[in-house]
């Protein structure tokens, strides 16, 4: 792992400032959300992926790109989370605009 992060730090890095304006910009995001059914499939999925990397069934290069994008996706969600939390907490400090008379 510790390789993994000294040869891709700068894709790591992008990963996380990627994920903290996403998680920015969620907050205010009016489309429809992800159907339930398909919630559901893809975290399976990534279930299945993460289970794959951990018992190492994915050799060589495959394997170390696995392991890679799951670290990436990871860092991306901790963005995501974070960056909603700052959104959430300065539009929280924010005082209400006087009413113009």
Same mark, same amino acid.
């Given at each position: ?55 190492? +069934? +994915? ?18 969600? +901790? ?10 907490? +300065? ?11």
């Amino acid at each position: 792992m510790a390789t993994l992060v000294m040869f891709n730090w700068g894709w790591l890095l992008a990963s996380l400032l990627l994920g903290l304006a996403m998680g920015w910009i969620a907050v205010v995001h009016r489309a429809r959300g992800v159907p339930k059914r398909l919630a559901w499939a893809l975290a399976v999925l990534a279930a299945v992926l993460l289970g794959l990397a951990l018992a190492r +069934v +994915v050799p060589g290069r495959a394997g170390y790109w696995l392991e890679l994008w799951l670290t990436m996706f990871a860092i991306y969600l +901790v963005g995501c989370a974070v960056g909603s939390w700052l959104r959430d907490w +300065v539009v929280w400090r924010t005082p209400p605009a006087k009413p113009v008379p």
